[in-house]
T-cell receptor
Framework: SQQGEEDPQALSIQEGENATMNCSYK?????LQWYRQNSGRGLVHLIL?????REKHSGRLRVTLDTSKKSSSLLITASRAADTASYFC??????????FGTGTSLTVIP | GAGVSQTPSNKVTEKGKYVELRCDPI?????LYWYRQSLGQGPEFLIY????????DSGLPNDRFFAVRPEGSVSTLKIQRTERGDSAVYLC?????????FGPGTRLTVL
């Protein structure tokens, strides 16, 4: 079974707006990562945040992690049409298993 | 070098047949993962190799599924007596540390 759940399931915004998606998970983790997937094929790693970190930035991406609430958020600022994709959070549990959430489908309208 | 590659990119088979899906990881990556992704879902963990050995195969759904990595590089996922419910995209990923690098996947369709 999958550990994480993303919210919302689908998000549609205008180009230039910010997009925020959330991830909740169930058990303790070492790290949480966000991935992007285009057209249902290979996933691309975006950013990793460790369990002892609370916030991390990479370009237009900002990730937060709240281990007390077992949740994370991904913010994409100044969105572009090319950001249209599905976004997944993934948590690594002890034993190096990776659990992916159900994903947020983001549509950025030009 | 090149990224993770998977062959074939698409596989159509009939119910009851045997299929093999291949994954070529990034050279030097010791860890290799297999996932299955159904439409509208996130990737579901199947099995994880560290070197040649399966460190965790708890995600394999049943004994029709088996994977090998005999030389610690290329891996093959084998599915016996395929069922229509096995239809999905099978993703492979490799890593040297924490970040996994994914291949493009093999889309398996069981008719």
């Amino acid at each position: 079974s999958q550990q994480g759940e993303e919210d919302p399931q689908a998000l549609s915004i205008q180009e230039g707006e910010n997009a925020t998606m959330n991830c909740s998970y169930k058990t303790s983790i070492n790290n949480l990562q966000w991935y992007r997937q285009n057209s249902g094929r290979g996933l691309v790693h975006l950013i990793l945040i460790r369990s002892n970190e609370r916030e991390k930035h990479s370009g237009r991406l900002r990730v937060t992690l709240d281990t007390s609430k077992k949740s994370s958020s991904l913010l994409i600022t100044a969105s572009r049409a090319a950001d249209t994709a599905s976004y997944f959070c993934a948590t690594d549990a002890p034993g190096n298993q990776f659990y992916f959430g159900t994903g947020t489908s983001l549509t950025v309208i030009p | 070098g090149a990224g993770v590659s998977q062959t074939p990119s698409n596989k159509v088979t009939e119910k009851g047949k045997y299929v093999e899906l291949r994954c070529d990881p990034i050279s030097g990556h010791t860890a290799l993962y297999w996932y299955r992704q159904s439409l509208g879902q996130g990737p579901e963990f199947l099995i994880y190799f560290q070197g040649t050995g399966a460190a965790d195969d708890s995600g394999l759904p049943n004994d029709r599924f088996f994977a090998v990595r005999p030389e610690g590089s290329v891996s093959t996922l084998k599915i016996q007596r395929t069922e229509r419910g096995d239809s999905a995209v099978y993703l492979c990923a490799s890593s040297l540390g924490t970040t996994q690098f994914f291949g493009p996947g093999t889309r398996l369709t069981v008719l």
